[in-house]
């Protein structure tokens, strides 16, 4: 069943519960469940509700496997913004994930093109993702795949859209100049085998790219558009990052009319 579920809550904390929640729900059903995790200050909120329900006992990160969805090339990997200390510090310490478990791509590999296809043969043989956790780019990109990217495209080195290099030199003491300029990334074909997506978007600067994401016409020029054509995506918003949806009306309709035999 193909189904795009989009979940509008009040604000971004309300939006990381209930994306945790979805989580959750999809990992418990798992016997050995496997997390796709993203970077960037969207799904903050969603780790801190996800470490919140671990610490209850609703959540059991002993057993899961994690997969990262990009890295940026040639930063050393102990620098405080590389994705593997970001991972290490904003996932795996917060929610108690076992870092032995968790994968993330190496961008100072001396081979980048055998660590990409390494890095996909690894999320094979754990049997896939079970549900991907992502964030959009206010240009529309999901991982660092840039508008533009081929819609089945697996995990590659990428050049960063100059727009991306601007909105991420916050993370640089506003440096531009250190914003690395290629990054490794999981395709977009690559996310689209996860069995289920939750993306999470907040503040009025992704109004227009959640909009393109979910009614605009679906192609390359919006990489998130692909989510169009998965099975299970859930898209969690808060007002101001759904002010730019025409049909708002019908999925709040839909949300609250949703039975559970029928989604
Ligand atoms: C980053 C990451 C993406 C993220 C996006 C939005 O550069 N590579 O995975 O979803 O851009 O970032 P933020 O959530 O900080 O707005």
Same mark, same amino acid.
């Given at each position: ?34 997390? /796709? ?19 209850? /006992? ?146 009025? /600067? ?52 949703? /039975?559970?035999?029928?989604?």
């Amino acid at each position: 069943m193909f189904v795009m579920e989009i979940l509008v809550m009040p604000d971004p904390a309300a939006v990381g519960e209930e994306a945790a929640r979805a989580v959750t729900r999809i990992l418990a059903a798992r016997p050995r469940p496997v997390l /796709g995790i993203a970077t960037g200050s969207s799904p903050i909120a969603t780790y801190e509700s996800l470490a919140r329900a671990a610490a209850e /006992g609703e959540f059991d990160p002993s057993a899961v496997t994690a997969f990262a969805l990009d890295e940026y090339v040639g930063l050393p990997l102990d620098h405080p913004e590389s994705y593997h200390r970001v991972v290490q510090r904003d996932v795996v310490e917060k929610l108690g994930l076992s870092p032995e478990r968790v994968h993330v791509l190496d961008g100072t590999a001396s081979d980048l093109k055998e660590e990409c296809a390494d890095f996909e043969r690894r999320m094979q043989a754990a049997g896939g993702v079970d549900v991907q956790i992502l964030g959009i780019g206010a240009n529309g990109h999901i991982g660092f795949n840039e508008p533009g990217s081929s819609l089945g495209s697996r995990t590659r080195i990428k050049t960063l859209a100059p727009q991306t290099r601007r909105d991420n030199a916050r993370f640089f003491g506003g440096r531009i100049g250190d914003v690395p300029i290629h990054c490794l990334t999981q395709g977009i074909q690559t996310i689209m085998e996860a069995r289920s997506i939750v993306l999470v978007a907040h503040g009025a /600067g992704k109004a227009e790219a959640v909009a393109a994401m979910i009614e605009g016409p679906s192609g390359a020029h919006c990489p998130a558009s692909a989510l169009q054509w998965h099975p299970r995506a859930i898209v969690v918003l808060d007002e101001e990052a759904a002010a730019g949806l025409k049909h708002r009306e019908y999925y709040d309709f839909a949300r609250d009319n949703s /039975g559970s035999s029928l989604v």
